[in-house]
């Protein structure tokens, strides 16, 4: 079965497509074929002038016909394309999915955030982690953050909070969103025993790639201060240069090595994982389960 996701993010899009296949025991793999990411940042037009601009939606139409291409191409049958938090913003957004719509004939929903921690959770990573542990999964984006918190295999609660990398660019996060962030979190995770990070997200996965460490290996609260406190002294010409980053992660990892370092030091987290997942992965999952359940109706 060959599946695929769309997910139009604040800062990029992203088309994954995945074959399913039965392994041992009948437990299905999901095997990566194709990623593709385009830095459309429609969260520079959205968190500052409240609309995707002119410039934009052409750009969003033409990602999306490139896609339809793709999709086409590799014979995809099944589809779940979703936007994210600056969609959710824009006020012109209804006229844009409905010009794709008659462009490309593919039909972009705009999720919750509380729909798009759902979908990152069915990524099921807590499956693989430890069932007496304490687990904090938290998916950094441009225009939001999302939290999915689950202790010994359950979970226990799931959030969004308008905090993400642009916005912290263009100056929109208020200090009293701060403060409600550090509220729930600290409140939220007081009496669960020693909590682990699990980080997604395009920047958490630079850093992960340029710590060196081995797969399933964490990385440390301490190794992302020392990042962070070195990305901030360097300049964007520097940070590309040294770091081999392109310019749009070169402007939005500093923000992003903030929002992280911050939970975890409030959820009194030391490490975090970084199993280089996210919501394009997580609508796999869910759409796998839609066209099984499908099936089994026929």
Request: aromatic share 8%; glycine share 6%; charged share 30%.
């Amino acid at each position: 079965m060959r599946l695929a996701a769309i997910d139009i993010g604040s800062n990029a899009a992203r088309l994954l497509i995945t074959d399913v296949i039965t392994g041992p025991q009948g437990v299905p793999e999901f095997i990566k074929t194709v990623l593709v990411r385009v830095p459309l940042r429609l969260g520079f037009d959205v968190f500052d002038k409240g609309e995707i601009s002119a410039g934009k939606t052409e750009k969003i139409i033409k990602t999306i016909k490139s896609y339809k291409l793709l999709l086409d191409v590799y014979e995809v049958k099944h589809l779940k394309a979703c936007a994210t938090s600056a969609m959710r913003d824009a006020m012109n957004a209804a006229d844009i999915i409905k010009k794709v719509k008659a462009e490309t004939g593919i039909e972009i929903k705009v999720i919750s955030g509380q729909e798009e921690a759902s979908f990152i959770y069915e990524n099921h990573v807590a499956e693989a982690m430890t069932a007496d542990e304490s687990y904090l999964y938290v998916d950094v984006g441009g225009g939001s953050t999302d939290i999915t918190f689950f202790s010994d295999g359950k979970l226990i609660f799931k959030e969004s909070f308008n905090i993400g990398t642009i916005r912290l660019l263009k100056n929109q996060v208020a200090e009293a969103a701060w403060d409600e962030l550090k509220e729930y979190i600290r409140t939220k995770t007081k009496g669960y025993h020693h909590v682990t990070a699990i980080g997604s997200g395009g920047n958490i996965n630079k850093i992960f790639s340029l710590s060196k460490r081995k797969e399933g290996k964490p990385l440390s609260l301490d190794l992302l201060r020392d990042y962070y406190k070195e990305f901030s002294n360097l300049s964007m010409e520097q940070r590309i240069s040294l770091h081999k980053l392109r310019e749009d992660r070169a402007d939005v990892i500093v923000p992003a090595l903030l929002i992280y370092i911050n939970i975890m030091r409030w959820a009194d987290a030391e490490e975090i994982y970084v199993p280089k997942i996210g919501l394009a992965d997580g609508l796999i999952q869910h759409l796998y389960e839609e066209v099984r359940l499908k099936d089994l109706e026929v």
